[in-house]
């Protein structure tokens, strides 16, 4: 028996879908129609799934959020933890040059359009960022203990700064569309990082 | 004779009660008739001011980035170059926290709603993004020059980071409306610095 059902593909194909819309125009921008045109899916079959566009736009970033932690596990790799997060974050500044700087971070865009007026956006927001900052100070941690980096080291501290960075960067370059800016700010960061 | 006219005050009112929209809306999410409620000013006089919504979020943009500079001038202030930069993003970060957290960067704001579907907004935004790292990095410049940073500091790769962090913080921070982001992000840059 398989475990992806009909209804789920469905499910996930308005998922995905979604997501590259809500990228490309925010989420007030994005009415339930456009979905609708975007997906080829019915009305009733959509409401079936999603009872509303904030349900709808609030899965989209589950959905994102998993995806991008399966992403980070996989580009977290290499011989030691430094190695590990300069690996992961050239992978995501390869992501933003294959995109063409169009887009940028789903999390990061929709964090400035719906922080302030929806709680619900916020927390998932909220948890990716924190989620993701407690990834890399384990790996900052790990890299202190076995004096890859300075003891000295606030490996929280640095964290968030390589998450503030990246999301700074990914903004500035999707203004710039110059690739140049990712050189730069991927040796910022390895920088910051002490190689 | 006084240089401010009748005309450029109205003019001025509708620039900042329109920022304050933007900020708080977008640009999208932004009608002429929210500016002309907001305002209190005719439609006929928008009009006679600004030719479009384009123009006219234009313009504030412009303002805005007018306003940034001085405010920068009026806080990269201090004993020596690196404490200039600190204390200017102390005076940012205070900002942010006054406005409780809400609103963020215009510019940032504005970069990843309109930078992919409007070329003269962008422009504007790149314009701020680069003046301010001219402006850190002839700090940084000064800072290295006169051995207060290594030789082998790189003022403008340095100055980029500065400026992305600062963006990635300000809207790290209003996802979770904690003031203790503020400190960690200023402590951050303040490390990044060498004090």
């Known amino acids: 028996m398989s475990t992806t059902s009909k209804g789920e593909k469905t499910r996930d194909h308005i998922l995905k879908t979604t997501r590259k819309i809500l990228v490309a125009k925010g989420f007030h921008n994005t009415s339930i129609s456009a979905v609708i045109e975007g997906t080829g899916v019915k009305k009733g079959n959509l409401y079936y799934h999603f009872t509303s566009k904030e349900d709808l736009g609030l899965a989209v970033l589950e959905d994102a959020k998993d995806e991008f932690f399966s992403f980070l596990t996989k580009t977290l790799v290499g011989r030691d933890?430094?190695?590990?997060?300069?690996?992961?974050?050239?992978?995501?500044?390869?992501?933003?040059?294959k995109n063409n700087f169009v887009g940028g971070c789903l999390f990061g865009n929709t964090a400035l359009e719906m922080t302030d007026s929806n709680e619900r956006f916020s927390e998932v927001i909220q948890e990716v960022f924190s989620r993701w900052t407690g990834l890399l100070t384990e790996h900052l941690d790990e890299a202190r203990n076995t004096g890859l980096l300075p003891s000295s080291t606030q490996p929280r501290l640095l964290a968030k700064t390589v998450v503030a960075t990246l999301e700074g960067?990914?903004?500035?370059?999707?203004?710039?569309?110059?690739?140049?800016?990712?050189?730069d700010f991927l040796a910022a960061i390895t920088g910051l990082l002490g190689r």
């Open 81 to 97: 933890p430094v190695e590990k997060i300069i690996n992961s974050c050239k992978a995501i500044f390869a992501e933003q040059e």
């Open 169 to 183: 960067a990914i903004m500035m370059s999707r203004v710039s569309k110059n690739k140049n800016d990712l050189t």
